[in-house]
């Protein structure tokens, strides 16, 4: 049977989180809000947009949280134009995603971005051909809902015990065990190794060349 590593990616793949920080900031801005201070808008990182706007403002609306995310996608994309997004690879990643195709494991992302923002990074990577099945927030329910890793599942012809879901979020640990998938949570992202933990890591991985080797020790 197929093993699969799904991966996420703000947090996990790649630093996005000054992009994702300014972007909100402008959004609560252009709305006549108070921007939520940037530790806030790590936290949630990971979620998608309406899910994250009611976790930063619960006591409004839903009308307000479908604007802000709207917003928030125009105040990206208007970043983007500018130039002014950078999404750089962490330290390894590129030598542990090539490590574990080479070891024969099927690659994945289950993320909170859109289809275009995940296309956008991974080719300005070079790496979309190593992914066999790519699962956004445009076709599924926000983390830590299990659907973005059960379609990985189906589409990469994995079993949830042949499958690894490698995140940086309780979200994504969450969703794995959700899944009954295994769970790794990587230390350099937006919620702690404790953390993750407690939600239900089986692993944490305290640097990238860690990956292959605890993959191999679960599946």
Same mark, same amino acid.
């Given at each position: 049977m197929n093993r699969l590593a799904i991966f996420d990616c703000d947090g996990t793949l790649v630093d996005s989180q000054i992009n994702i920080c300014r972007a909100m900031e402008e959004c609560f801005t252009r709305a006549r809000l108070d921007p939520p201070e940037r530790a806030a808008t790590r936290r949630i990182?990971? &979620?998608?947009?309406? $899910?994250?706007?009611? =976790?930063?403002? +619960? $006591?409004? *609306?839903?009308? @307000?949280?479908?604007? &802000? =995310?709207? $917003?928030y996608k125009s105040a990206f994309h208007r970043l983007r134009g500018l130039g002014e997004v950078e999404e750089p690879l962490f330290d390894g990643i590129a030598e542990a995603i090539?490590? &574990? *195709? *080479?070891? !024969?494991?099927?690659?994945?992302?289950? @993320?909170g971005k859109s289809d275009r923002g995940l296309a956008i990074c991974l080719e300005h990577h070079g790496l979309t051909r190593r992914f066999v099945t790519l699962q956004t927030a445009d076709r599924h329910p926000s983390k830590p809902h299990p659907a973005m890793a059960? =379609?990985?599942i189906a589409e990469a012809g994995a079993l949830p015990e042949t499958t690894v879901v490698i995140g940086d979020t309780s979200f994504d640990m969450v969703m794995a065990r %959700?899944? *009954?998938?295994?769970?790794? !949570?990587?230390?350099?992202?937006?919620? +702690? +190794?404790?953390? &993750? @933990?407690?939600?239900? %890591?089986h692993r944490i991985a305290g640097l990238t060349a860690d990956i292959p080797a605890l993959l191999e020790e679960l599946v």
């Open positions: 990182v990971g &979620l998608s947009l309406v $899910e994250a706007m009611q =976790a930063l403002l +619960p $006591e409004a *609306d839903a009308g @307000t949280h479908h604007m &802000l =995310a709207a $917003e090539a490590a &574990l *195709d *080479d070891a !024969g494991w099927l690659l994945g992302v289950a @993320t059960a =379609a990985a %959700a899944a *009954d998938a295994h769970a790794v !949570g990587v230390a350099w992202g937006y919620h +702690p +190794p404790e953390e &993750l @933990t407690q939600a239900g %890591a």
